[in-house]
Structures are given as structure tokens and as C-alpha cells.
């Protein structure tokens, strides 16, 4: 066993519950590493010896100890290096005895327990040994699971790319051997890790690369059977592809997001994606079609308790009217007002301020025009007294 596979664990977790009270001997003596080394031996287990040395004899640094302090062993209870030993000793006699599913069971075992106590490499070091192992009797659903775990191992590591290589061979080889249960949890694995992948994207400004990933999340969450991803990943991809300036698509895909919505009674769901085609529409010019997803968008949002969305189709409803209908906008404009304040943004509450000033003034500016080019004795007045216009 390569030695950096297992080396680095910040503490070592303890056996299992089924192998508590195993860590004396008959004798009530401790459990002596090098004796357990040389019972591996004893009994042929060469590969089991090497792992087991390796894992016993990890190095962790001494804290607060001078920069040329050797390492110490890694505390390890007497219990788990019993539970090791025996472990290792059992997958390996199997496998030498051709009983493959009792093997990949023990070394799934080892590999779970190192996963809990967060040492994910020396994990992933067993779940690739029981690919091995199923890959000898070409047990493709074993391999398939192999990968699967290694990839969900990847994700805790956050190694988004690596993890996106094992689902994707986790999905390959089960949708080879016809297995659904596997070919769903590896595409719901595969759909949260394009998202996170196409997100990485957006933020370093390759929008092409992040549409090209959520295209991929939006198949795989359709392979996952799972409503909420896929309408998910038909609102990402929208998103996305309105970004791009691909309209025509982004309506189609937020339209499909908002029927799965109404299907599952997501109100919030709803509210996302009729604003999200309410500001396709604003983009292609459709001025009516938008409005018309942003007053439904706000009583859904209403009946959602969805304070923010609210606010958002009030003050994009209060813009769209302003030009067709003044008072309509400032009555949406003043309800944008209300609702900042009770979100208690203070930058949101400035803004809907500033807007609702400016619209109310674009209001006044033909009065404003007519007094100063016709109306002197009005102006003068106005000046003099600050009285309305309208009233001067």
C-alpha cells in the first residue's frame, strides 16, 4: 500500500461497536503492534501486512515542538487496531479464496470507517481495492459503486472535477448493467456536481462553459427522476441561457420550470421562475407578456409570504408602467417602498426611495415646464413661497 494514502489522518477514529472489548488479549495484556504485524505474516496475508503497518505506524507532528521535532505515531486505540487487523485479514482471505462479495463487503467496511473519522484518502484507497476486487469477477454493479463512492469522497474534498470523473463512470456502468437504483443516485450525484462546476464558471466569466454544464446537469437530473432537480435545472439553465441571449430557449426551459412548480404547489418555485421569464420577455421587448408574468409573479409571491420576490415585481411592474400609466407606478412604486422597509434592507429601502422620487417627479416635470416657459407670476410665487405648483 502506497504510504501517502494513508498518512495525514487528524485523528483516528474508533472501531465499530461490534469490536469494542477486542483490544487485550487473552491474557489481558495490550495489543502489541509488531505482534499483530507478524500474525498477518503468519498466516500469508502479505498485502494485509503492509496496509496494516502503514496504518499503524502513521506520523502526525508534535504541537507547539521545535521545526526539527520527529513526528509521532498516530494515537490509535487497541480495539480499532484489533478491528483493523482482523479486517484486512478477512477481506484478503476471501479474496484469495474467490469469495468476492464477502471481500468488497470487508473492504467497503474499511473504507466507511476511515471515511467517518475524515481521512478520505486512506477511504478512497479502499473503495478504489474494491474496485479492484469486483473488476477481477467483472461485478459491474460493484464497480459502479466503487466509483460512486469515490466520487462522493471527491465531493467532501471539494475536487468538483474528479468527483464529476467517478460519477460519470458510476453512471456509464450502471446504465450498462441495466441497474436504476444506481443509475438514479449517480445522476442526482452527477446533477449537484455540474451545478457547483457550472457555477465555478459563471463566476470566472465563461458563460458558454457554465450553459455547456448545466446543459449536462439538466440530462442527468432528468436520469435522476426527481422533479425538484430537474425543475431546478431547467431554471439554472434558463438563467443561463438568457445570459447568452438565447431567448427563445430561456422561455422555453423557465416555462417548463414554472408548470413543474405549479404541479408540486412550489409557490417559490413559481415566483422564480415567472420572474425569470417576466425579464426574458422585458428582454425581447414584450413588454404585456412581462407584465403579465410579474402580476401573477406578485400573487403568488404574495400568498407565498415571499417578501423579497414582492418587492422585486413591484419595483420591476412600477418601471414597466412608468411611461404607460403614472399613477399605476407610483402605487407600485410606493408598495416597493413598503415592503423594503418591512425586509429591513437598509441599501433596499435607500434605492426604493430614490425611484419612488424620481418617478414621483417625473410626474410634476410637465406642470414644472409649463409654469417656467408660460407662467411667471406662478413661478415667482412657487419660489418665493414653496407651494405645489398646482397650487401656487
Known sequence: MEEHALHGAPKAPEAPASAQGVGKDSKGAAVDKQQLCIDLLMVGC????????????RKVPVPDAPPDAAPKDVDIPDNTLVFLKETLETAETERRAKQHAGCIDNYNTLASFFEKGHDLKSSMYFHKRCADVATEVDDRESIAKANLNLGSCEEKGNNWRSAMQFHEIALQISTAADCMPLQVKAASRLTHV???LAEHSEKENHDSDATGLYERCLACAQLSKDAKLEGNACHRLGLSKHKTGHYAPAIELQQQYLEICRAHDDRIGESAARAALAHVYEATGDASKAIQQLESLLSV???AGELKAQAG?????????????????????????DLARQIGDRRLVDSARVVLGMVRGTGKLGSYVNVVNNDLERLLKWKSKRSPLDAA
Do not use: P
Not at 46 to 57: E, G, N, T
Not at 313 to 337: I, P, T, W
Open 194 to 196: 455540474y451545478q457547483i
Open 301 to 303: 409571491a404574495s400568498q
Open 46 to 57: 502479505v498485502q494485509s501486512f503492509v496496509d496494516f503497518f502503514y496504518i499503524a505506524h
Open 313 to 337: 415585481a413591484c419595483l420591476n411592474l412600477g418601471l414597466l408602467y412608468n411611461g404607460r400609466d403614472h399613477e399605476k407606478s407610483v402605487e407600485l412604486l410606493e408598495q416597493h417602498f
